[in-house]
Every structure is written in structure tokens, then in C-alpha cells.
């Protein structure tokens, strides 16, 4: 063999050695979700869709996205995390927080998938957690609930009595009687995220007990048509829900899960990823409200806005003493704070609810 084809020989065999490396190196990242309810819900997962959505748009060719939708919280979770892994996905965002243990389960045996749960609270090396701060956008809305009610009776509709949602309804009722000393605040709870059935059975409930404004903690717009056939007013959940604008949804809170899904889709590409736990609000752009329209009066408006800016401040804590518990026993003292520990195993209403949280 001559000089030239040594050479010749040794540049192919360099370039065949090359092949499986620089297809490794162009393999996109393989990034999985599981939704508890369909994409189309028009609320909680219709918003972490889109975020998913955006993520694919950034990142190109550099990634591949996949979603397992309507999964059911406890054994169900668990199959669709296990066929994400074994489908070879290497980051997997669950999107609800029943899915907290299937999460932790199925991490142990795949300690290479990196796993992010939302609103959850156990980690662990290949586990990070992420959550917004729901109560604050409840309480620009609850501002607006207090000053919008005729009745003086404002409702919610709760899916379950966990303390992400417990602060909500708290936090929505602080607000209301802030500005109407005079409000009431009725609770049904549904048991579910999503059963559109069942959410519009629980916003006709609270409209037949004189309720002329009402939130949701559950993810469909039914409570919304429900509201636009009696007349009465009620919010955008996670989503914009803007279809109803501008009555009867006069504004919503908005989940903006984009900036986090692309900051942790990031993190995985440049080797940077760790486990953590991050519960963002309005300051930091994770919460949003949606437009509120002109059904709402000027100096109503202003007065949700003033709440919303100080909120993004920092300037206001919806959870600022003095504040009682429902059954009249202390809680915090004038201008004292309630801490995120307090905040995350909330499981009491406040003083002047007298709806009582399921046992």
C-alpha cells in the first residue's frame, strides 16, 4: 500500500469512527408531558400546551416533544411517565399535582430522566418542582369580585381542599372583603380538575344561592357558559378564556408557563440542569391577568390594576396581618407576613368564610 492510499484508507476510517459520535451529538433532546385534562380544555393543560408549543418554536430541531393527554391522577400517571422514560424521553414536565408520587416513583427507576413536576413538593436528584403563586392573581381578581357584586355573595368553585387551592379561595376572599366589608363567600367543591358536568352543575349551585360573581379552581370553561346563561360574572382559569370576553369573563389570571419550560428545556442542553424548587408570581411574569374589559367600571379597573402593580412589587402580601382562622384563633399579628412554609401547608379558611373545607 502506497503513501496516498494509507492516507486515503486512514481519513475513511476516521470519518466511519466520526459517524456514531456526530450522530449522537445531532440526537434532539426528547422532551415528554402528561396533562391531566385534553389539550382543548381551554384552561389549565390548553396553557401548558402552549407553553410546550412555544419551546418547540425556540428550540427547533434541537428537541422533540411529545404529550400523553387526559392522564388520571395515581396508578395511570404512572404508566404514562414509565412509557415517556422508556420511549427515551430524557426530560418529563407532569403537569398536576396528583401526579406528585407516580413522579417519584417512576424517577427512581430511570435516574437518568430528568423529571419536573408542577405545584408539587418532593423532590429529588432527578426531580425538581415548579409552581406559580396562584393567590396573588386571586387576589386582583377577588378585588374586582368585591367591587362587582350586587348580591354581596361571591362564590368559588373548588376542585380539591389542597393548599394551593385553599389559598386561593383565602386569598379571593381577603381581597373582596378589603373592599367590601359586606361580602360573603360560598364554596362548592367538585372533586375533580376537569368535569365540565360537574363544574357547571357546581357554578348553578352557587348562582341559585344568589351568587353574582365567581372564580373557578377547575380548568373547563363551563362554569363560564354557565354564567353566560344566568347573567352573572366569573373569571378566565389558567387560560385567557377569552371566547367569553367581555362578559361574563371580566378578566382572568393567565399561567405563563413558557419562560419556565424554556429556561429548564435549556438548562437540560447545556449540561446546567439541577434539581430545584421555584414558585414563581406576578412580579416574575408566571401569573398574569388577563385584560379586563369594559364591563367592569373605570375606577373598578384602577383599583385591580393598583393591587396587581403593588403585588408585582412586592409592596403587597394578600396574607398580612392581622389575620384570624376561621374559628377565631390567631393567626397573624398586625403586619406580620405569612411565610412560603405556612403558605404551602395552608388547610384552614380564614375568619369570616363560612364555608367549612371538607374533612
Do not use: C
Not at 428550540?59 to 400523553?68: A, C, E, P
Not at 360574572?233 to 408557563?257: E, L, V
Amino acid at each position: 500500500m502506497d503513501r496516498r492510499t494509507l492516507l486515503a484508507s486512514a481519513a475513511g476510517l476516521a470519518t466511519l469512527a466520526a459517524l456514531p459520535v456526530r450522530a449522537q451529538a445531532i440526537e434532539p433532546l426528547k422532551v415528554g408531558f402528561i396533562y391531566v385534562g385534553p389539550v382543548g380544555d381551554g384552561g389549565w393543560s390548553y396553557q401548558h400546551d402552549l407553553a410546550r408549543q412555544a419551546i418547540e418554536k425556540t428550540y427547533g430541531d434541537k428537541i422533540k416533544t411529545t404529550y400523553i393527554e387526559s392522564v388520571p391522577e395515581g396508578a395511570d400517571a404512572e404508566r404514562a411517565l414509565t412509557q415517556l422514560a422508556l420511549a427515551g424521553n430524557k426530560l418529563i414536565f407532569a403537569t398536576s399535582f396528583g401526579f406528585m408520587d407516580a413522579v417519584i416513583n417512576v424517577a427512581k427507576k430511570f435516574p437518568d430522566v430528568k423529571f419536573e413536576h408542577a405545584t408539587g413538593y418532593k423532590r429529588a436528584d432527578n426531580v425538581s418542582t415548579y409552581d406559580a403563586r396562584f393567590y396573588e392573581g386571586r387576589a386582583v381578581i377577588g378585588t374586582i369580585a368585591g367591587l362587582m357584586t350586587k348580591s354581596n355573595k361571591i362564590g368559588y368553585i373548588g376542585s380539591f381542599p389542597i393548599p394551593e387551592v385553599v389559598q386561593g379561595i383565602n386569598s379571593a376572599f381577603l381581597a373582596a372583603r378589603k373592599v367590601n366589608p359586606s361580602v360573603e363567600m360560598k364554596v362548592v367543591w367538585v372533586s375533580s380538575w376537569f368535569d365540565p358536568a360537574k363544574e357547571a352543575d357546581a357554578a348553578a349551585a352557587l348562582i341559585a344561592e344568589g351568587v353574582d360573581v365567581f372564580m373557578q379552581h377547575t380548568d373547563s370553561t363551563a362554569p363560564l357558559a354557565k354564567a353566560q346563561e344566568a347573567g352573572v360574572y366569573g373569571f378566565g382559569q389558567a387560560s385567557d378564556m377569552a371566547n367569553f370576553k367581555p362578559k361574563p369573563r371580566i378578566s382572568s389570571i393567565i399561567d405563563n408557563w413558557t419562560p419556565y419550560y424554556t429556561r429548564r428545556v435549556g438548562a437540560v442542553l447545556d449540561g446546567t440542569w439541577k434539581s430545584e424548587g421555584v414558585w414563581l408570581g406576578i412580579g416574575d411574569g408566571e401569573v398574569e391577568i388577563g385584560e379586563i374589559t369594559d364591563a367592569v367600571p373605570a375606577d373598578v379597573k384602577a383599583k385591580a390594576e393598583a393591587v396587581k402593580d403593588a403585588l408585582a412589587k412586592g409592596e403587597l402580601h394578600p396574607f398580612t396581618g392581622p389575620l384570624k382562622k376561621q374559628d377565631g384563633s390567631d393567626w397573624l399579628a398586625d403586619g406580620q407576613k405569612a411565610t412560603d412554609e405556612e403558605l404551602s401547608g395552608m388547610n384552614f379558611f380564614v375568619e369570616g368564610i363560612t364555608a367549612q373545607l371538607p374533612s
